[in-house]
DNA sequence: GCTTGACTTCAAGTGCGCTTGAAGTTGCAA
DNA sequence: TTGCAACTTCAAGCGCACTTGAAGTCAAGC
């Protein structure tokens, strides 16, 4: 477990998580992952950190930022596979955030579903129509549909990124 | 149907979409929507704009980027409520693409569910490994899982914009 | 020891989808 | 007629997640 090979240079950790050797490097200059260094100055990292990049590349498509990302990897061990009650407490958050998700989209199809059925995209009736303000378009991609929470409406979704009127 | 009323200055269709008028602006200059001007050269926008207006939200919500949602509404007519077939023809492209992210969602939560199970996320087992290389990240958010479309691994998923290694 | 490829830092650039600001013009209501 | 909000264009800026390039250093195999 802390054999020689354990220590990854960065283009070992590139090549075995598929991601540029710029990207970990920006990574770890956010405090995403971390690295020791050598007498010369090159980053080892350690196998574990292939766990945090799978984790951080997992949490992108779930449409965390890399802040939030970095919250998150917070809550896990740096340097050993996080436990059955630390990983549960990340992955409940994620499974909440993937459901709300999967209820948006199937929300939008439905509404298409809808204007396919009815032949309407004629203002007013179609649910496609009352964009319910300043609800979506968060900037980092699929987030909240157009008119989903309607008990937030008026309001930024909380826990999303100010900025962006 | 073609009252005075149905000109909206840039100001009325940003109220009506809940979008800013430097959006709208934006959006006329890529072409995705069009307006008239008045003598001192001032937009007015017909009331079916607010229709392609809601169907750019949407498709952002799907996750097109605004020349996706060009394309797409090239196939729509400028003026008027589109008919059946046309609307059949676009909306089911959607559906089929929200099909695909759902089942995507779906796939990286019974990973993460597995993962719960096995208390693993320690190399390997994980199916939260293996991120199949250059898969996802293209950009836009949430569009590909990381080791999902395994039939087009190691190639730019296709109709994708290209750029990003 | 030397070569060569992998590494280092730092600054600047990229692409998307806008927003902001400056400086000027229009349109409508009083 | 005037006043003022709403509009106009154009250029530049922003935030995110990186990438690219320049210029230099390190490490490992021959």
Chains 1, 2 share one sequence.
Not at 36 to 53: C, D, N
Not at 121 to 137: E, F, I, M, T, V
């Amino acid at each position: 477990m802390t054999s020689p090979h354990d220590r990854l240079p960065i283009g070992e950790l590139a090549g075995r998580s598929g991601l540029a050797a710029s990207a970990l490097r920006y990574y770890e200059e956010l405090g995403l992952i971390h690295s020791e260094r050598t007498s010369g100055g090159q980053r080892r990292f350690t196998r574990a950190t292939l766990r945090r990049v799978a984790f951080i590349r997992a949490a992108q498509v779930v449409g965390l930022s890399l802040e939030e990302t970095s919250a998150a990897l917070a809550k896990l061990p740096q340097d050993r596979a996080p436990n059955a009650a630390q990983w549960n407490s990340v992955a409940r958050t994620w499974t909440r955030r993937i459901d709300q998700q999967i209820a948006e989209l199937e929300e939008l199809r439905r509404k298409l579903t809808g204007c396919i059925g009815c032949g309407c995209l004629s203002l007013r009736k179609c649910g496609l129509y009352n964009p319910g303000d300043a609800a979506a378009g968060s900037g980092a991609g699929a987030r909240y549909l157009l008119g989903e929470r309607p008990d937030t409406v008026g309001v930024d979704a909380p826990g999303v990124t100010p900025g962006r009127a």
